[in-house]
């Protein structure tokens, strides 16, 4: 089994439909992160928390919004999905040390909104 | 703003070698990552450099000058698996991950 799960692998949604992802880890980590992947672009950092009652906003975190339900899980949520939403989600996660940043990615959710 | 540059594509032949170059332009610096990504999967974490000079692992090594912003992965050997993009990425000055948009290596027979 994965370190890092995410349900749903793949998902097909409307415009204006609320969509959540969901990720599980079995790593111990206490660090999370959500990242979008779009073709040509670099991958972007959408939320990160770094344990349960800290959550922080990424670079394109409008439209979304996140969840740490416990140290395993963290939820990304779509609240009113809009076509250019569409891309690759990851969820990653890595430990808390300062200087180190090898993150360890699940197998990825890919969103596509009509 | 902070930039990460690298070659969108490259083509190489099973057997040889292939360099792929990275320069950045960060606020800060607290190291540099390599990550492999198949088509359709998860980036995998390949090498760490927080140092000036090059680090080998196996078939793959990686170099950082951090006067230049330049770093470079050498793929040594190459074989047919190592077809997938390489993600260069930076720990800027408050530890955040800048990627660049990877390099699609194509390796043929």
């Known amino acids: 089994d994965a370190d890092v799960t995410q349900t749903p692998r793949n998902r097909i949604t409307k415009t204006g439909k609320r969509i959540m992802l969901e990720c599980s880890q079995t790593k111990g980590h206490d660090r999370m992160y959500w990242y979008r992947q779009d073709p040509g672009l670099g991958l972007r950092l959408i939320y990160y928390?770094?344990?349960?009652?800290?959550?922080n906003k990424g670079e394109i975190s409008d439209g979304y919004s996140v969840s740490r339900q416990a140290q395993a899980k963290f939820s990304l949520s779509l609240e009113s999905a809009i076509p250019n939403q569409t891309a690759l989600y990851f969820c990653?996660?890595?430990?808390?040390?300062?200087?180190?940043?090898?993150?360890?990615f699940g197998e990825g959710s890919r969103l596509t909104v009509l | 703003g902070q930039n990460i540059d690298q070659p969108t594509e490259m083509t190489a032949t099973e057997g040889a070698i292939v360099q792929i170059n990275c320069t950045y332009q960060?606020?800060?610096?607290?190291?540099l990552f390599w990550y492999q990504q198949h088509a359709g999967e998860a980036p995998t974490f390949l090498s760490y450099?927080?140092l000036d000079g090059l680090e080998e692992k196996g078939r793959f090594s990686s170099f950082l000058s951090r006067s230049k912003g330049y770093s470079y992965l050498l793929l040594k050997e190459l074989q047919m698996k190592d077809s997938a993009s390489y993600l260069c990425?930076?720990?800027?000055?408050?530890?955040?991950?800048?990627w660049g948009a990877g390099t699609k290596l194509i390796i043929k027979p």
């Open positions: 990653a996660t890595s430990v808390g040390h300062r200087d180190t940043g090898e993150l360890f």
């Open positions: 960060t606020s800060g610096f607290n190291g």
């Open positions: 450099n927080v």
């Open positions: 990425a930076v720990l800027d000055s408050n530890y955040q991950l800048i």
């Open positions: 928390s770094f344990d349960v009652k800290d959550i």
